[in-house]
């Protein structure tokens, strides 16, 4: 036995952690050299005597009651290494930065002489891993900190902000509340949809033909559209479509942001809109024709017209049946009017009883014989009360140099002549 | 001589009846397992020896213990249990066992049982 | 490896060993931290990491916080032993084994730690003893969990088969109660059919 024992001791002395062996009395009957090095406690003075002489602080009910179960059990037993060291103190010797002055133990207490009710304790240092963890427990605290104030802002993005996610095949697959509440949805009749489908006005349009456009480049997109609500609602939404994109630029994914417009959109409308005819008014007419005049690409045989026609004989219309007929006469040829022209041609009330009229890509001749046929189609008109009515027109086309006014000149003075030389007729005037 | 080996464990009664047989093999066994089965058996068989099992679904040892004592005040009831605490064993005599043993049965606990309950 | 590989009989053993086990168990708990248990039924399954996933989920209840000690034990059979309290019980245990009504969370993770020591060392030396062979137990750790998220979603990767022993050990007197889970994988899960077999041949011989 002797001889195992001193066996035993000789290891003890090597290794590289601290090992003791008390009986159940807490007796100490070794203490190696990694313990005389990290405890100032040499072997001969604690040898012998009672660890409770050393280190009374300790809890020896339940060093006791480990002991019991290592040897009751011939098991190994443990203390609890995660919060806090629970065995004796044993000084840091670590000079630089620390969270710890003393160490953190890892105490494993086995049988070592079960019939002399003896365990071996052994200690091993896991200070610098109990500092790395409280380090990681530190930044996880954080990490779960800003979380939560991601998840409020979440929350603020998702209850006031209308975003949606697609995939590449600009199918939803994720909404906001605020969308999918503003458009009158649930969100999982929105998800597995794609999003034209589900609420785009009208799909022919340029701003959205133009969309699909860039977003088939791979660029972000942003302009204003009319869309629908689930009750068929026409709503102006201001929107910002980005791709997203992977490592090998391929679209992964679509984020649409949308922000309700229709107010002022409607305000915008107003203040460019004439009230009585719901045509143009004439400071939207100028813009217009000012755009115009600055496209480049006017040249001799590719012009654009301007006509100007207004109500024969409209006072007499007026002081006769009243204003109410007198209006009633304008809308009904601001209505032939619209129903007239082409597409890309632009109308406008330009006052009192004066229509005005951009004819885009029209050399004079052909703006003459449209001239006409607007004047014919007034003349078709049948008005309550009223009864006929004529129209007379000015025409002029663009030329290089002009400027509105030099071309307002110019019809105005057509339909000088026009009204000169007895009224529901059209007169040109060359630059 | 008539055998009641009462175990919800294949295993314990197939255990426990295998040692009994090196010392009785012309022992005629019985086997339950629960408690209401093992009522039954003693009613109709009223064997010479019980051997119970504690935790057993259905019902339970300590009140197939109850039960078996009411029909007959002399049983020999032996409780095999894995349950050994002290407590366990107070109350399992004082319901009328004659003895507690720890579970697994071996040759040794069988012959002292049958020595103190047979012979 | 497929279930049925695993028959009742299979089942049945080493229910019956856990049963013993437990009983040790309980003996020893008694005898070392003088607390009377209730022994309860044991409760073995054979799953893979889903149904892991809702055992636990149908064992442990979402919004309650658990005190989960792990302890590893390799050998011959290997896997996890862990042993769930929920806070409640384990204060009561700190409680109980420190003599202080106010137990600190480190009194508690070490009561927690040393009823696991000898729940387990009882338990999985019992049952090897029973088949023959023997294990080495690592140092258990302790963690506070909210909820049933006993296993992580990066831990189920290592899983194929498991076998789930569970059982409740109950010190009433003094409202202590927790939940034991044994894990173990494919190659335990085969091993310990051969041992059972070994037995189950030793008994029909």
């Known amino acids: 036995m002797t001889h195992t024992l001193d066996h035993c001791n000789i290891v003890f002395e090597s290794l590289e952690n601290g090992t003791l062996v008390v009986d159940e009395e807490c007796t100490v009957w070794s203490w190696n050299k990694w313990l005389e090095i990290n405890t100032g406690i040499a072997s001969e003075t604690i040898i012998g005597n009672n660890l409770t002489a050393f280190y009374p602080e300790l809890d020896y009910k339940g060093f006791q009651r480990k002991i019991r179960t290592t040897l009751r059990l011939a098991t190994p037993t443990f203390y609890d290494a995660s919060l ?4 004796i103190t044993i000084p840091r010797k670590k000079v630089t930065t620390s969270l710890l002055t003393s160490m953190q133990l890892q105490v494993t207490i086995s049988p070592y002489i079960p019939s002399l009710k003896r365990v071996m304790v052994s200690i091993h240092d896991i200070s610098d891993l109990h500092e790395l963890k409280m380090t990681l427990q530190h930044r996880m605290m954080e990490i779960a900190k800003l979380n939560s104030v991601l998840k409020q802002d979440k929350q603020i993005i998702d209850t006031n902000l209308m975003i949606v996610k697609t995939d590449c095949g600009c199918l939803i697959t994720d909404t906001t509340e605020a969308f999918s509440h503003f458009f009158g949805y649930e969100k999982e009749e929105l998800v597995g949809n794609s999003l034209s489908s589900i609420f785009v006005a009208n799909k022919h349009d340029t701003e959205f033909l133009q969309m699909k456009d860039l977003l088939q480049k791979k660029q972000k997109w942003s302009g204003e559209m009319e869309v629908h609500k689930k009750n068929r609602q026409q709503v102006w939404m201001d929107t910002v479509i980005s791709p997203y994109l992977d490592e090998t630029s391929e679209i992964v994914s ?26 143009y008014n004439r400071q939207k007419f100028n813009e ?9 690409h006017w040249t001799e045989d590719n012009t654009f017209g301007l006509l100007i026609a207004d109500v024969d004989y409209f006072k007499n219309v007026n002081d006769t049946y009243g204003h109410q007929v007198g209006d009633a006469v304008l809308i009904a040829m601001a209505d032939t009017l619209t129903g007239a022209i082409r597409t890309s041609d632009i109308l406008a009330r330009w006052g009192g009883e004066e229509f005005v009229i951009l004819l885009p890509d029209m050399d004079m001749e052909k703006a003459a014989l449209v001239a006409d046929k607007y004047r014919q189609a007034i003349e078709q008109m049948n008005i309550p009360e009223v009864g006929l009515i004529t129209a007379s027109f000015g025409v ?35 630059p | 001589m008539k055998i009641l080996v009462v175990d919800d464990s294949k295993l314990a009664r197939l255990t426990l009846i295998k040692t009994l047989k090196e010392y009785e093999p012309s022992a005629e066994v019985y086997e339950a397992e629960n408690g209401a089965i093992a009522v039954e058996l003693f009613k109709s068989e009223n064997p010479r020896v019980v051997f119970l099992d504690l935790t057993m679904p259905v019902m339970d040892g300590y009140e ?27 109350q399992v005599l004082a319901l009328g066992a004659k003895l507690m043993v720890p579970k697994p049965i071996n040759s040794e606990k069988m012959v002292g049982i049958l020595q103190q309950l047979v012979f | 490896m497929q279930t049925d590989e695993f028959s009742s009989d299979h089942l049945d053993v080493l229910k019956e060993l856990m049963n013993i086990a437990m009983g040790n168990a309980t003996a020893s ?58 806070d409640e019980s384990a204060a009561n245990l700190g409680n109980y084994l420190y003599d202080v009504s106010q137990p600190n969370d480190a009194d508690i993770m070490d ?8 729940l387990s060392s009882t338990i999985i030396s019992r049952l090897t003893e029973e088949l023959k062979t023997k294990v080495q137990f690592f140092a258990p750790s302790t963690e506070i969990i909210s909820g049933n998220h006993l296993i992580g979603d990066e831990d189920t990767l290592n899983y194929h088969k498991i076998i789930i022993v569970s059982t409740v050990m109950e010190f009433q007197s003094h409202k202590i109660s927790g939940q034991i889970f044994i894990l173990a994988r494919d190659e335990t899960i085969i091993r310990l059919r051969e041992l059972i077999d070994q037995k189950l041949e030793e008994l029909y011989a």
């Open chain 3, 111 to 118: 009561a927690v730690i040393e009823l696991t020591n000898i």
């Open chain 1, 288 to 296: 217009v024709f000012e755009e115009m005049l600055m496209r480049q």
């Open chain 2, 64 to 90: 197939a213990l109850k039960l078996i004592m009411q029909i007959d005040p002399h049983a020999q009831v032996v409780v095999v249990s894995a349950d050994i605490q002290t407590h366990a064993q107070e």
């Open chain 1, 396 to 430: 002029t086309v663009f030329s290089k140099g002009d400027t509105q006014e030099k071309m307002m000149y110019r019809a105005d003075l057509g339909l000088y002549r026009a009204k000169k030389n007895g009224r529901n007729r059209v007169e040109s005037v060359l």
């Open chain 1, 84 to 87: 806090s060291n629970r065995f």
């Open chain 3, 29 to 86: 708990i008694a005898d070392l931290l003088q607390a009377f248990g209730t022994m309860h039924i044991p409760h073995l399954t054979i799953t893979d990491m889903d149904g892991l996933k809702k055992y636990i989920d149908e064992a442990l209840k979402y919004d309650e916080k658990y005190y989960v000690t792990k302890q590893l034990f390799g050998g011959i059979i290997g896997g996890e032993f862990i042993f769930v309290m929920t």
């Open chain 1, 254 to 279: 679509y984020t649409a942001i949308y922000h309700d417009i229709t107010d002022k959109k409607r305000i915008e409308l107003l203040s460019v809109t004439d009230p009585l005819t719901k045509l």
